[in-house]
């Protein structure tokens, strides 16, 4: 047996990339709206205000998924079309959305599965500081509190908060999502608030419906160093991995933060962690969520580098170490054998973890339809089977992974990259909005439909 009996093969979309319809039903601008309308930020100047227009085409997307045979669906929230002045009165319009969503998945028999923060954070909330306000860790308890409510009663299973990393240090430090701020304060300030707020979304939840699971989502990657004898190197290596991997889960399993990250940020930190707050970051969630999408490389920094970062440890991740390999069209090298290489890490350095889920792991290509219609996309194709044979030897090695969710279902608005970068396994016309599967749909559905055991040949080799 590849994969246990019972686990589960799922895709994954976030509201914001996929939605569109950014002013229907009472929804206000979220961080990212604005974000699009600040020249330079977004690629050519896209927006989301159509994206795949999933907001009202969600059947067919649903249909496409069921012919797929895909069992679970990953989606997020929009806190502005729920809570729409950010805190306070809940909008119906918003939350009947999500509804025929949620019911259209469990007639055609796909679990939803529903992320409650993947970034699309009210305009209003921002106005405030956002993720670097203390207040955001309560406003978004009272989200997650109205979610339960509303939705708790058919979604068994929850993400609170989709890549911290991502929201905190690109969103406040390198200031390359929104909202843009590049100020180390704010930076640590969301690191610390995002898990707080982890663990008090999980008691929001509970509160109102103790049976649903929950888990952080966590882009998480293995440093691999150009010199492992180096000793900067090796430090550069520990506060870079504590930034990324770390955080989070030591928040949340010892109730600390990693003690080489403390120490190097010092008073910045403790301005922001108030009396009794180490106490409350400590919670047990029923998974951890994994966003895997390559490994990173740290090579000896250039001096030009160190002047940039003014003596602080390299943001971004320095990738002047990275051996030739093949690359996605994000640039980003693929290394299949780095998620086996990190489930198994993960599963070591924190066995108290009782369930691990591949939340996103996926690649971007740009294939096009032929003149027959069809894309070929066999570089996914190669991705998708490399990487799940790296999850299924992980598996043979302890490792708990109960599910997988490929990234994306559709391809859609890639952030920074807004359209140009496609990540789906169904192919979207951004003009004429049509949908049309890749092979890459055809060969996942068979992976879903041997559960695992088409990998036979590929886990061998
Ligand atoms: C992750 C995000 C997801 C998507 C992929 C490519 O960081 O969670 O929304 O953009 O990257």
Aim: proline share 5%; charged share 25%; hydrophobic share 35%.
């Amino acid at each position: 047996m590849t994969f246990p009996d019972d686990f589960n093969w799922g895709a994954a979309t976030a509201s914001f990339q996929i939605e569109g319809a950014s002013r229907d039903g009472g929804k206000t601008p979220s961080i990212w709206d604005t974000f699009c309308e600040t020249p330079g930020k977004v690629f050519g100047g896209h927006t989301g205000e159509v994206a795949c227009d999933h907001y009202h085409r969600y059947q067919e997307d649903i249909k496409i998924m069921k012919d797929l045979g895909i069992q679970s669906y990953r989606f997020s929230l929009a806190w502005p079309r729920i809570i729409p002045g950010g805190t306070g009165q809940s909008n119906m319009h918003g939350i009947d959305f999500y509804n025929r969503l949620i019911d259209s998945l469990l007639e055609a028999g796909i679990q939803p599965t529903a992320t409650l923060y993947h970034w699309d954070l009210p305009q209003s909330l921002q106005d405030n500081g956002g993720w670097a306000n203390r207040d955001i860790v309560q406003q978004i308890a009272d989200l997650a509190t109205v979610a339960a409510e509303n939705f708790g009663d058919r979604v068994a299973n929850w993400v609170t908060i989709n890549e911290p990393w991502c929201v905190s240090w690109l969103g406040y430090y390198i200031g390359v999502h929104a909202p843009g701020i590049k100020d180390l304060d704010s930076a640590i300030a969301a690191s610390h608030h995002t898990a707080l707020a982890h663990a008090e979304i999980t008691r929001a939840l509970r509160a109102v419906r103790p049976e649903i699971r929950s888990g952080i989502t966590l882009n998480m990657t293995s440093y691999r160093l150009d010199d492992d004898e180096n000793p900067e190197l090796l430090k550069l290596r520990d506060l870079q991995d504590s930034n990324l991997n770390r955080w989070w889960l030591d928040a949340q399993i010892k109730g600390e933060y990693p003690e080489n990250l403390v120490d190097f940020y010092g008073e910045r930190l403790e301005k922001v962690v108030k009396p009794g707050d180490m106490d409350r970051l400590k919670i047990d969630s029923e998974f951890l969520g994994i966003n895997y999408y390559s490994d990173s490389f740290i090579g000896t920094p250039t001096e030009q580098q160190v002047a940039k970062n003014e003596g602080t440890f390299i943001f971004p991740i320095n990738s002047n170490g990275e051996p030739p390999l093949p690359h996605t069209d994000m640039g980003w090298p693929i290394t299949p054998q780095g998620l086996e290489h990190l489930l198994v890490r993960i599963h070591k350095d924190w066995p108290e973890l009782e369930e691990l889920a591949i939340t996103e792991n996926g690649a971007a290509y740009g294939d096009e339809p032929d003149e027959n219609g069809k894309v070929n996309d066999e570089r996914r194709v190669d991705y998708l089977l490399s990487h799940l044979a790296s999850v299924s030897r992980a598996i043979d090695r302890g490792a708990p992974v109960k599910s997988y969710y490929y990234w994306s279902l559709l391809d859609n608005f890639e952030w920074a990259e807004g359209y140009t970068k496609r990540f789906g396994i169904v192919y979207v016309n951004f003009e004429t909005l049509q949908r049309i599967p890749k092979l890459s749909a055809n060969v996942y559905s068979k992976v879903i439909a041997s559960n695992g055991s088409v990998l036979e040949h590929v886990k061998k080799s």
